[in-house]
């Protein structure tokens, strides 16, 4: 409870109004405080209704403004991403990833890698065009299992939207993927979790010491 927060210097703490709205995520490249490449999408299929396992790109200038705004004054550098409601006023922004996140799963390839490698940087932003779509192959199975969506749509998305992992060009991902999933396995037994839970597990940082 609110009663129970007693933020101080060493320990502080963010207490933020709960927000109701759409969720729209974002993952940007910013090179030098200039947004050089975008992505606005939405989670059509969530786990436990908070971890998307189907992305969808969509077209929010207003997002890409905010952001854009934002990364200018801080003079940022590198991977970021956002967590918006969209409320009936506009979004309002609830989170900060500074890091990779799933929307580069929708980023093409001739957006994202000038926009990380080119010496200099491309002068104008590129911006995902909205209908870009990617899943998690896995994670549309378990909300399948959990009821989250019918087998007809699950075969159907399955046989037009691309996997994050399976490429018949690349398969290394999707093997990797099977030693990881063993790895996190064998966590959830140790710790007595559930597998998405052991997965999760060191996401979040709230200031403890890291071992």
């Keep these: 409870t609110l ?12 207490v933020q109004e ?3 709205g759409k969720d ?11 947004l050089l490449a975008h992505t606005t999408y939405e ?34 550098e590198g991977s970021i991403s956002f967590d918006f409601k969209m409320t009936d006023t506009g979004p309002c922004l609830i989170e900060c990833n500074p890091r990779c996140t799933n929307g580069a799963l929708l980023m093409p390839g001739e957006i994202m890698v000038p926009a990380i490698v080119n010496d200099p940087p491309p002068s104008e932003l590129k911006v995902t065009p909205a209908g870009e779509k990617s899943q998690v192959g896995y994670g549309m199975i378990s909300a399948l299992w959990d009821k989250k969506i019918t087998l007809p749509r699950t075969i159907d998305d ?26 996190f396995e064998k966590l ?5 979790v ?5 997965m999760l597990e060191d996401v979040a940082w709230n200031g403890a010491t890291i071992q």
């Excluded at 933020?7 to 963010?14: G, R």
């Excluded at 207003?62 to 004054?73: D, G, H, L, R």
């Excluded at 959830?188 to 007595?192: C, I, L, P, R, T």
């Design 158 to 183: 399955f046989a037009t939207i691309s996997d994050a992992y399976v490429d018949r060009h690349d398969l290394l991902p999707v093997l990797y993927s099977f030693l990881c999933f063993q790895r």
């Design 43 to 76: 989670t059509p299929v969530q786990i436990e209704d908070a971890y998307g396992v189907q992305f969808l790109a969509v077209d929010r200038p207003e997002i890409v403004q905010i952001i854009s705004t934002m990364v200018e004054a801080l003079k940022y």
């Design 24 to 34: 729209v995520c974002t993952y940007s490249v910013v090179r030098g405080g200039k």
């Design 3 to 14: 009663d129970a927060c007693h933020p101080t210097e060493e320990n502080p703490w963010l």
């Design 194 to 198: 559930e597998l998405l839970d052991a």
């Design 188 to 192: 959830a037994e140790k710790d007595h």
């Design 18 to 20: 709960f927000i109701t």
